[in-house]
């Protein structure tokens, strides 16, 4: 009777004799596995980050790219030194506004400030911070003085209701080298969100400006117009990839998280 225990016994270490190598096998193979997958996950979201970057940086050099075709067109610059009647110069500058940053499509709504703020051409109504009297040595103003193109953070509400990010600025000047006055594209936050989805992102994707301030969240606008080393981001470790491209003379740094437990 005792007999098939025996058997027994000698099958069950038979079966754990045989079954060993292949766990030993498939715990090595699932470490290995695993870590490519971290390794994969890394790289794809290296890949990401940076065309976020990239396309942030594009939407800047494109508007840069407007404004300063604005720049040299001669309506704009006849609107601005009022060597024309008014109206018939304020017409044909703003069509050329309309043609360079269409008022229903495209990344930026663009306006054009004579120096005194006395002439205008305007998506809209006047925006508070946009009266130079007040704000002349202010944001992307402020930076005008000193350069003759310039990238500022501005979070406001726009023409259409929807939000800006940031501004590109350029200043106008006349044939003979005096400044009359500012073309601004204030470039669209869903701008910004599309990018980020194209590039394959979300959520948990940010962009920052050179001084830290924060212009754009993925998932959090209420983190928008606060600086990035206050904000709950993590900006190390893994599931982390930064990734910096420069537009319009401005260098933008993209943060981008992974899903949380994409990790795990």
Same mark, same amino acid.
């Given at each position: 009777?005792?007999? $098939?225990?025996?058997?027994? #016994?000698?099958?069950?270490?038979?079966?754990?004799?045989?079954?060993?190598?292949?766990?030993?096998?498939?715990?090595?193979?699932?470490?290995?596995?695993? +870590?490519?997958?971290?390794?994969?996950?890394?790289?794809?979201?290296?890949?990401?980050?940076?065309?976020?970057?990239?396309?942030?940086?594009?939407?800047?050099?494109?508007?840069?790219?407007?404004?300063? +075709?604005?720049?040299?067109?001669?309506?704009?610059?006849?609107?601005?030194?009022?060597?024309?009647?008014?109206?018939?110069?304020?017409?044909?500058?703003?069509?050329?506004?309309?043609?360079?940053? $269409? #008022?229903?499509?495209?990344?930026?709504?663009?306006?054009?400030?004579?120096?005194?703020?006395?002439?205008?051409?305007?998506?809209?109504?006047?925006? $508070?911070?946009?009266?130079?009297?007040?704000?002349?040595?202010?944001?992307?103003?402020?930076?005008?003085?000193?350069?003759?193109?310039?990238?500022?953070?501005?979070?406001?509400?726009?023409?259409?209701?929807?939000?800006?990010?940031?501004?590109?600025?350029?200043?106008?000047?006349?044939?003979?080298?005096?400044?009359?006055?500012?073309?601004?594209?204030?470039?669209?936050?869903?701008?910004?969100?599309?990018?980020?989805?194209?590039?394959?992102?979300?959520?948990?994707?940010?962009?920052?400006?050179?001084?830290?301030?924060?212009?754009?969240?993925?998932?959090?606008?209420?983190?928008?117009?606060?600086?990035?080393?206050?904000? $709950?981001?993590?900006?190390?470790?893994?599931?982390?990839?930064?990734?910096?491209?420069?537009?319009?003379?401005?260098?933008?740094?993209?943060?981008?998280?992974?899903?949380?437990?994409?990790?795990?």
């Amino acid at each position: 009777m005792r007999r $098939p225990r025996y058997f027994r #016994r000698i099958f069950a270490l038979f079966l754990a004799a045989a079954m060993a190598p292949a766990a030993g096998v498939s715990v090595v193979y699932t470490a290995l596995a695993g +870590s490519a997958l971290r390794r994969e996950a890394s790289g794809r979201l290296d890949s990401q980050a940076a065309a976020f970057a990239s396309a942030v940086a594009a939407i800047a050099d494109g508007c840069a790219s407007g404004l300063l +075709s604005l720049s040299q067109d001669a309506a704009v610059l006849a609107a601005l030194s009022g060597g024309e009647p008014e109206g018939a110069a304020a017409v044909r500058a703003f069509r050329s506004l309309l043609r360079a940053f $269409p #008022r229903d499509s495209g990344p930026a709504e663009a306006s054009v400030l004579s120096l005194n703020g006395g002439r205008a051409l305007l998506v809209g109504n006047p925006a $508070p911070d946009r009266d130079l009297a007040t704000f002349g040595s202010w944001g992307v103003f402020r930076a005008l003085l000193e350069a003759d193109m310039a990238v500022s953070p501005r979070l406001a509400e726009l023409s259409d209701g929807t939000r800006s990010s940031f501004t590109v600025g350029v200043a106008l000047r006349g044939p003979d080298g005096t400044r009359l006055g500012y073309a601004l594209a204030d470039v669209r936050r869903s701008a910004i969100a599309a990018a980020a989805a194209a590039s394959g992102l979300r959520g948990g994707a940010s962009v920052a400006f050179p001084s830290g301030k924060l212009v754009f969240h993925q998932s959090d606008p209420g983190l928008e117009g606060g600086y990035i080393e206050d904000a $709950p981001l993590r900006l190390d470790g893994e599931g982390v990839s930064i990734a910096r491209a420069t537009g319009a003379g401005t260098t933008f740094t993209v943060v981008a998280e992974a899903p949380s437990g994409l990790y795990d």
